[in-house]
């Protein structure tokens, strides 16, 4: 979609990019442990690579979808006992397969098989305030990498998945529950997705998970004053205004936007939840079952940079997506923009800009989207 511009009478695209993950219902998260003792930790940080500390599992022929699980548990067997042999411990007399065995033979089809590209996994390192590596599956299930080590006793080959490492989050700032998960022995299972919440929200500022819009607006600002707090609550609380008046289907009154945010008079229930926190940096996260947390962070960007009024009515919002049956929320978003702009009309969101521009400027409120500009047709200035 295209829209006229307001200087030489061309034509200019508005791409509104969040910075916004869109999970599917299916969506999983997975604690993984980096090896006994953690020893594979920094390697798997710096490389992008996770994988079983189960050592030459090529010598069951380099495509493991087509491994003879017997001859996998019987691999595992042999390759635990050659480890402890090189830790000091005795070679006992003949290999005896254990629930052990067969615990790390679940956890390797579980990483190889089982988790889906986009699906997280959390991996752990000494300590309460050490960081957890949040990261991504880069692959669909079943794409492997083949990775050769050099260790104390030769060069030895593993099987991996790539992963695409989001940041890291101190342990200490999960949930009770997830750390003492965190701390548990098996490598690799599902955290149960009564923790999942917890993980999204540390792990990422803009998400939609569970029929579940998040949106946060950070500010770097040292001293966070009565103004900037002022500039930041209009533009919040004209979002509510915006989107009380698209649910019910009624046009805003007369008004300027600070006259609309001063009368309005949105029921508490009806309101989005909203947690702040104003130390430095500090933050604002919007949570609602409607699409307006991630509009908002769309209309900011645009009313920051000033984009013209005809322009911000025809941008396009896109976010990324996990899956492509989640992608009908991004359309929500979209439409939401289109109608908060519409409901406004051109002078109001003037207005607009002009708040987003000192909110921007003088409250450091940021949102996570980036506005690009496409090439104008032929005949118009490029901006």
């Known amino acids: 979609m295209v829209a ?15 910075n916004a993950v869109v999970f599917p219902e299916d969506h999983k998260i997975f604690k993984f442990f980096p090896g006994r003792g953690y020893k594979f930790h920094d390697y ?11 050592r030459n599992l090529n010598d069951l022929g380099e495509d493991p979808a087509r491994w003879n699980q017997d001859r996998v548990l019987d691999h595992i067997a042999a390759d635990r ?6 830790d000091g411990e005795e070679r006992p007399t003949r290999i005896i397969r254990t629930q052990g065995d067969k615990a790390a ?11 889906r590209k986009g699906d997280v996994l959390l991996m752990p390192n000494r300590g309460y305030t050490t960081d957890v590596m949040i990261g991504q599956f880069a692959d669909d299930a079943g794409s492997f990498v083949k990775v050769e080590i050099k260790t104390r006793s030769g060069q030895v080959a593993y099987f991996a998945r790539r992963v695409r490492w989001v940041r890291g989050v101190e342990k200490r700032r999960f949930s009770d529950a997830v750390q003492a998960l965190l701390q548990t022995q098996p490598a690799f299972f599902d955290i149960g997705r009564s923790h999942y919440e917890n993980v999204y929200r540390l792990a990422f500022d803009d998400f939609v998970y569970d029929q579940q819009f998040f949106a946060t607006f950070r500010t770097g600002k040292k001293i966070f004053t ?23 289907g009624v046009e805003l009154p007369a008004g ?20 702040i926190s104003v130390q430095s940096p500090g933050w604002f996260r919007i949570r609602s079952t409607a699409a307006a947390p991630l509009a908002s962070l769309a209309l900011f960007a645009m009313a920051a940079e000033g984009v013209p009024f005809e322009e911000a009515k025809a941008a396009e919002v896109s976010a990324t997506v996990v899956r492509q049956d989640a992608a009908n929320c991004v359309g929500a978003v979209d439409a939401s923009v289109r109608d908060y702009i519409n409901l406004l009309g051109k002078q ?7 708040l987003a521009t000192q909110a921007d400027a003088e409250a450091k409120l940021k949102a996570g989207a980036r506005v690009t500009r496409g090439p104008k047709e032929k005949g118009g200035s490029k901006r």
């Open 81 to 86: 006992v050659e480890q402890a042999v090189e």
């Open 348 to 354: 109001r969101w003037e207005q607009a800009c002009k």
């Open 226 to 248: 009565p103004k900037d707090s002022f500039l930041t609550s209009v533009w919040l609380e004209l979002l509510e205004v915006l989107e009380e008046a698209r649910e019910g």
């Open 105 to 115: 033979q679940t956890f390797l089809n579980g990483l190889l098989f089982s988790a």
């Open 4 to 18: 006229k511009s307001a200087l030489g009478g061309g034509f200019v695209s508005i791409k509104i990019k969040l």
């Open 256 to 275: 300027s936007i600070y006259e609309l945010v001063i009368a309005s008079d949105i029921d508490e229930q009806a309101r989005d939840d909203l947690s």
């Open 44 to 54: 798997m940080e710096k490389s992008e690579l996770v994988f079983m500390d189960i």
